[in-house]
């Protein structure tokens, strides 16, 4: 079993829609958790931090479950620009900040 | 601005010429420093964690004689691809943490083709 798995898409949605990702981590002790962008080519950057609480930034909103071991990413009222490949990245404290990544969700927006 | 400055951005070499890639952190210093490569289509892969002053540790798989890492100061990590053959095109990105939290800073990546 894979330590973060994806579903790699791709998922194709209209401009405009509501999209969400999920994603699933094995290591019960992993305590950070993000989620980063990646576009073709080029390097990860960061979308933003998962709290426990769960946290919201514009039109992204991501959720974190520790009993179900699982964090989701919400996009909403999607744009052209939100075509990307989204990375859920988890990491533990004991790991030394070593990020384990997903491979991936593709996101591509359409007119 | 970046943080975390990667260079060079592409590379073409021959099969069996060795290649240097750098990896420094602009405004902190870098106890820790990680180095992944990315095939096509495929997820970030660790490859080695690059300590200051001591040896790098290497991901199960990754050879460490045709991997080179040397973390001689605390803002520069080099990754060294020797006798570089074409399975070793990829994209190499390196990676550090400021010492106040765990997001990782990412460098621009730099891709690597050997013909």
């Known amino acids: 079993r894979k330590e973060v798995e994806q579903d790699p898409g791709p998922f194709n949605v209209p401009e405009g829609a509501t999209v969400a990702f999920n994603c699933t981590y094995s290591?019960?002790?992993?305590?950070?958790f993000f989620w980063y962008r990646q576009d073709c080519r080029k390097e990860p950057k960061l979308l933003m931090s998962?709290?426990?609480s769960g946290n919201e930034d514009g039109r992204f909103t991501a959720q974190l479950n520790r009993a179900s071991q699982y964090i989701s990413l919400l996009i909403r009222d999607s744009k052209l620009s939100d075509s990307a490949t989204y990375l859920c990245?988890?990491?533990?404290?004991?790991?030394?900040?070593?990020?384990?990544f997903g491979t991936g969700t593709q996101l591509k927006v359409e007119l | 601005g970046a943080v975390v400055s990667q260079h060079p951005s592409w590379v073409i070499c021959k099969s069996g010429t060795s290649v240097k890639i750098e990896c420094r952190s602009l405004?902190?210093?870098?106890?820790?420093m990680f180095w992944y490569r990315q095939f096509p289509k495929q997820s970030l892969m660790l490859m080695a964690t690059?300590?200051?002053?001591?040896?790098?540790?290497?991901e199960q798989g990754v050879e460490k004689d045709k991997f080179l890492i040397n973390h001689a100061s605390l803002t520069l990590s080099t990754l060294t691809v020797t006798s570089a053959h074409p399975e070793d095109s990829s994209f190499y990105i390196c990676?550090?943490?400021?010492?106040?939290?765990?997001?990782?800073?990412f460098g621009q990546g730099t891709r690597l083709t050997v013909v």
């Open positions: 998962v709290y426990s």
């Open positions: 405004d902190f210093q870098a106890t820790t």
């Open positions: 990676s550090a943490s400021r010492p106040e939290g765990p997001e990782a800073f």
């Open positions: 690059s300590n200051e002053g001591s040896k790098a540790t290497y």
């Open positions: 990245v988890v990491s533990f404290t004991g790991g030394g900040n070593k990020l384990t």
């Open positions: 290591n019960s002790a992993s305590q950070s």
